[in-house]
């Protein structure tokens, strides 16, 4: 399966940072990949093939309600669901916190590693709501798709047997292929679970 393909290998540390203190999402907790998959338009594996900062949201002249982001270009090479041919890339948005930029993601999540990424998928003037783009061209061509993923929809092989989810900050052992629909490794914490403490990355 295109999920256990080899690649390079993230830093589970590095990756801690590019979310950091800065941030932080509610979301609702999803107990099963499958529902996650009925939830997004998108599901798909790929590789990293470079990252580049994306637009500023907010309001004009209003720094307060800046919210900074990267693009992902993530070279797909299994579709589960959603229109992405093989081969194809996704522009995948990842809002970040003030300070953390593409040189950060970079370091964090090299070119050619493996991601599973659940999104939704639409232009970018519809992702954000009420703050739409200060500047819509940084970082996404006009017209082009945006894949915003869930939160607990963005999942990294950061060595051979641990996946990890940045933006939930859960770790599990295992390889990709389990993060698929059917697959038990979720990204978030269940009921009675405890997060166990992440090895040095």
């Given amino acids: 399966m295109a999920a ?32 996650l998959a009925e939830l997004v338009d998108s599901v798909l594996v790929g590789e990293v093939a470079g990252i580049q900062d994306g637009p500023v949201f907010g309001h004009a002249d209003d720094d307060l309600t800046d919210i900074h982001s990267v693009v992902i270009r993530v070279r797909a090479t299994e579709v589960i ?8 890339s996704a522009l995948v948005l990842m809002y970040a916190p003030d300070g953390v930029d593409a040189r950060v993601w970079s370091e964090a999540l090299p070119e050619g590693e493996r991601v599973v990424v659940y999104a939704s998928v639409g232009k970018l003037k519809e992702t954000s709501g009420s703050y739409g783009p200060i500047d819509a061209s940084v970082g996404v061509p006009d017209g082009a798709d945006v894949y915003t993923p869930a939160v607990q929809g963005f999942a990294v092989q950061v060595s051979d047997d641990t996946i990890y989810w940045p933006l939930t900050d859960v770790k599990r052992s295992g390889s990709l292929k389990e993060a698929l629909p059917g697959g038990a490794a979720v990204g978030n914490l269940l009921e009675g679970e405890e997060d166990e403490e992440a090895p040095e990355g």
Avoid: H
Wanted: hydrophobic letters at 35%; aromatic letters at 2%.
């Fill in 4 to 35: 256990d393909a080899s690649g390079s290998e993230a830093s589970l540390s590095a990756l801690r940072a590019t979310v950091g203190d800065g941030m932080s999402v509610d979301y609702n907790i999803i107990e099963s990949n499958d529902e």
């Fill in 81 to 88: 669901k959603g229109d992405l041919a093989v081969g194809e």
